[in-house]
């Protein structure tokens, strides 16, 4: 009978994989538990890389989740309005994510996957979209300033 030999550094690697990456859930909400209006909750989330995020609309609102700034390398991604989405966070840095629908109205989150390397560059990004919104300009700046 012949035995097979799989390299411990080859078998670690497909265990930590499934073993150490999680998942994270953020709601896309009108209301969140704050009664802060149009909100991705949490807003600030810290995970590390390679760890996956399901976006969930929790009402019929036309929320969407998509990535308006990414680490240098990383997949972007939109979502279908009131529709789930889950992504893949495998490069290192800040990503920025807004609501489609309500990005003119704040509905903004940023995600921290390992170190912060590209924080100036999502700042400066940051400023130029809240330039943009109508309400919720210091969305961004606040969710920044958790980053470290």
């Known amino acids: 009978m012949k035995k097979l030999s799989i390299p411990l550094a080859v078998l670690l690697t497909c265990l930590s994989v499934s073993i150490w990456s999680a998942d994270h859930e953020v709601k896309m909400m009108t209301q969140g538990s704050d009664g802060q209006t149009l909100v991705f909750e949490p807003s600030f989330l810290k995970v590390a890389v390679g760890d996956t995020v399901t976006f969930k609309p929790m009402q019929k609102a036309g929320h969407t989740s998509y990535s308006i700034f990414e680490p240098e390398g990383a997949k972007p991604w939109k979502a279908q309005p ?42 400066q990004k940051a400023a130029e979209e809240s330039a943009k919104m109508a309400v919720g300009k210091d969305r961004f700046a606040k969710e920044l300033a958790l980053v470290k």
């Open 82 to 123: 009131d529709s789930e989405i889950t992504v893949k966070l495998d490069k290192e840095g800040v990503y920025l994510v807004e609501c489609f629908v309500h990005k003119t109205l704040g509905m903004v989150a940023v995600i921290q996957a390992g170190k912060p390397v590209n924080l100036e560059a999502a700042k």
